[in-house]
C-alpha cells in the first residue's frame, strides 16, 4: 500500500518553508487528509460544554440593563437596533424567539450563550491543534509519549477556551441579550477556517469559506473591520502569491477612499484627521507589500481567481446589510437605525 504525506507549514516562518510531512492513511488522494484530530475535537466538545452549562445557570432572567430591551425588540420583530443594524444577529436570535419556553427575553439570552459556548469551543480546537505543531520545535516535548501528548492537548485547549470564556469581558456578554458572542463567533471561526488553511494552502476551499465567514462577522459588527488590516499579512504567510493580489487591492481601495474623500469629504465621519494618517500609512504598506511579493514571485496577477473568489465571497457576507432597508419596511415596532 501506498501512502500519501502532506506538508505541515512552519507558523514562525514567513516564507512558509515545510517543516515536516504528516502521514496519512492509504488513499488515492490527500483528501482524507484530517487537520484536526480525535483529541483536538474533544477538547472543542468539553469546552463548549462546560462552557454553556455555566452560561445556562447564570443567564440573565429576563430584559438587562444598556441595551438589552431594544436588542431584544429588534430580534422579536426582525427590527432594526442602533447603528449598523446587526442584520445577521438580528436573523440568528429571531430562531431563538421561537423556542417554546421562557420569556423573549432569557430565549435572546441563551442565543448568547450558545455563540459564545461555540467560540470557547473554536479556541480551545485552535490551541489544542497549534499548540502542538508550535511544541514538536521544542525538543523535551518531542520525548513525551502519545497518551500525555494528547492529554496535554486536550487540558491546554480546554485552559485556553475556558479562560476567554469565563473573563470578565467576555462572560457577562454570554448570559445576556447581546450581538457580541455571535459576532466573536463567526470572527472566530474564520480564524479557525484559515489556520486550516494556513498548514495546507492547496486546500483553498478553506480559505474561501473563511472570507465568507470573516463578511458575515462584519455583518453582525463593524468593529471587527479592525482585523481586516491584520488578516492580508495572514495569507500571505500562508500563499505569497494569494497574499500579493490581496495586498493590490486593499492598497487599491485604500488610495481610491483617501482620493474620493479629498473631493467629496464623505468619509470624514469615519476617517477623522488625527486617523487619516494611519488610513495613508496602511496604503503605503499595502502598496510596498504588493511591489516586493510581484518581484519575489515574479508574476502579476497569476491568482486573480483565488482573490477574486475571495472577494466576492467576502461580500455575499456582508451584503448582509441589504436586508436592513426590507426589515424597515416590515415597519416593526423597533426600528431605530
Known amino acids: 500500500m501506498h501512502t500519501k504525506t502532506i506538508q505541515i507549514l512552519n507558523p514562525w516562518c514567513l516564507l512558509g518553508e515545510p517543516v515536516y510531512d504528516e502521514p496519512i492513511w492509504p488513499a488515492n488522494s490527500v483528501e482524507s487528509f484530517r487537520f484536526f484530530q480525535k483529541v483536538d475535537w ?4 468539553v469546552t463548549t460544554l462546560v462552557a454553556l452549562t455555566v452560561y445556562w445557570f447564570t443567564l440573565a432572567p429576563d430584559i438587562g440593563l444598556e441595551a438589552s430591551g431594544h436588542f431584544a425588540a429588534s430580534s422579536a420583530y426582525l427590527g432594526v437596533p442602533d447603528n449598523p443594524g446587526y442584520p445577521v444577529w438580528t436573523i440568528y436570535s429571531w430562531v431563538f424567539t421561537k423556542l417554546p419556553f421562557s420569556n423573549i427575553a432569557r430565549r435572546i439570552a ?11 469551543g473554536l479556541v480551545a480546537l485552535m490551541v489544542s491543534r497549534v499548540g502542538v505543531l508550535l511544541a514538536k520545535n521544542i525538543s523535551g516535548f518531542k520525548n513525551f509519549p502519545s497518551k500525555e501528548e494528547k492529554s496535554i492537548r486536550m487540558v491546554c485547549g480546554c485552559v485556553a ?3 476567554f470564556g469565563f473573563d470578565g469581558c467576555f462572560w457577562p456578554k454570554a448570559v445576556i441579550v447581546d450581538p457580541l458572542p455571535f459576532g466573536l463567533f463567526l470572527f472566530t ?3 479557525c477556517l484559515l489556520t486550516r488553511w494556513f498548514f495546507a494552502p492547496q486546500r483553498r476551499r478553506y480559505l474561501y469559506m473563511a472570507s465568507l465567514a470573516y463578511g458575515l462577522s462584519l455583518g453582525d459588527s463593524l468593529s471587527l473591520l479592525a482585523a481586516a488590516l491584520g488578516l492580508p499579512f495572514f495569507v500571505a ?4 502569491k494569494i497574499g500579493r493580489e490581496i495586498f493590490f487591492w486593499f492598497g487599491t481601495f485604500l488610495w481610491y477612499a483617501l482620493e474620493l474623500n479629498g473631493k467629496s469629504n464623505w468619509l470624514d465621519e469615519y476617517i477623522y484627521s488625527s486617523t487619516r494618517i494611519y488610513v495613508i500609512g496602511a496604503a503605503v504598506v499595502f502598496t510596498l507589500l504588493w511591489i516586493v511579493f510581484s518581484f519575489q514571485t515574479r508574476r502579476f496577477f497569476s491568482e486573480w481567481k483565488a482573490a477574486s473568489i475571495c ?4 461580500l455575499l457576507g456582508i451584503s448582509a446589510y441589504f436586508l436592513l432597508p426590507i426589515f424597515s419596511m416590515m415597519e416593526p415596532p423597533m426600528n431605530w437605525g
Open 161 to 163: 477556551g475556558l479562560g
Open 110 to 120: 441563551l442565543s448568547s450563550a450558545v455563540a459564545g459556548g461555540l467560540v470557547c
Open 189 to 191: 471561526l474564520a480564524l
Open 311 to 314: 472577494a466576492a465571497l467576502f
Open 237 to 240: 504567510m500562508a500563499d505569497r
Open 42 to 45: 474533544v477538547s472543542f466538545g
